[in-house]
């Protein structure tokens, strides 16, 4: 296996971390960023979990003129499972709203401080949170999608796949139980495999930043040992799907755009053949584009995924009623 060297993986996460935060900050001052936020109110840093630390916030984006309850969405950031938050993906809160949505846009706990599942739990009580408080705000968990891109991917189809199969860790028992399951889930560009960062570091192809950024990323998420591989299932969200454990209610339909440049494109056409064997409904949507290439909200591409994902969400929550 190729090892890229850590100095490589520490200047790359360094790198990342302050150009996109740097980017998120000036792409707010972009002309459609600021038609985005027109008509749109945000109320900010409320708790989901007791204490309401930082991590245990989220953002709620609603249209200022709402007539009924909307349907909601509860949005996971990506950023490799240890940098970015819900302040950082503010154009998803903004992007759903203006088009109808209730979203609750949520931080949770970052790796490698703390590592998996950490993130898992906290999206799941999140989700636990929405569905009981939702209606609070207007938002209608009887048509209810969770979203996310690259590790928020990997976190929706995580939640989709605790509650339709039984499961045995706690968090993953708990949103079996609610009475609320989504109906739709966006899972763009994901990172939907952390155990097994090889099959990227093997490809001489990828640069080696990259390849150092997917081994830091998967390396600070997953403890070093395992001695019991299940105990991390959920960490692989596509190895699951891939697998034969039956499912005891139906998996919602997934939406599923990437980028054709992403370094990660692979993990969505595993998706794309396991959602196809297992008879889920969903969608897969190729882009002229790199990683996360749709949060650059004014480009040509984007704005081509977010109308093929309006139209996708139309027709789950159609379906739904």
């Keep these: 296996m190729s090892d890229p060297r850590p100095s490589v993986a520490r200047l790359t996460s360094a790198a990342l971390k302050y150009g996109l935060n740097a980017f998120s900050r000036f792409g707010g001052l972009h002309p459609v960023a600021r038609t985005w936020r027109r008509g749109i109110e945000v109320i900010r840093d409320v708790a989901y979990q007791p204490g309401g630390g930082r991590a245990h916030r989220l953002d709620i984006y609603r249209p200022e003129v709402r007539r009924g309850p909307l349907p909601a969405m509860l949005y996971i950031h990506g950023g490799g499972f240890r940098i970015l938050s819900k302040d950082t993906h503010w154009m998803f809160g903004y992007g759903f709203a203006q088009r109808g949505w209730v979203v609750f846009n ?13 993130a898992i739990e ?96 998967c390396r600070g998420y997953l403890p070093d040992d395992s001695g019991d591989p299940d105990r991390f299932a959920l960490a692989d969200p596509l190895r699951i799907l891939e697998g034969e454990t039956p499912v005891e209610r139906p998996l919602p339909p997934v939406f599923a755009p990437c980028g054709r440049r992403d370094p990660l494109a692979d993990d969505t056409r595993r998706l794309a053949l396991a959602l196809e064997a297992r008879g889920v409904p969903a969608q897969t949507e190729w882009y002229d584009g ?11 591409e984007a704005r081509r995924c977010w109308a093929d994902q309006d139209a996708f969400l139309l027709r789950a929550m159609a379906a739904t009623r």
Aim: with cysteine; glycine share 4%; net charge neutral.
């Design 122 to 217: 906290d999206a799941a009580a999140a989700l636990e949170w929405v569905a009981a408080n939702a209606a609070s705000y207007d938002g209608d968990v009887s048509r209810l999608a969770i979203g996310g891109e690259s590790a928020g991917a990997n976190l929706a189809l995580s939640l989709a796949i605790a509650g339709a199969m039984p499961r045995p860790e706690p968090y993953a028992q708990r949103v079996f139980a609610l009475p609320t399951r989504p109906s739709a889930i966006v899972a763009a560009c994901g990172l939907l495999q952390v155990s097994q960062p090889e099959r990227y570091l093997d490809r001489a192809e990828l640069p080696e930043w990259v390849r150092a950024r997917i081994q830091a990323v």
């Design 290 to 300: 790199h990683h996360a290439f749709h949060a650059v909200i004014w480009s040509d």
């Design 106 to 118: 949520i931080n949770y706990r970052l790796a490698p401080q703390h590592r998996f599942p950490a």
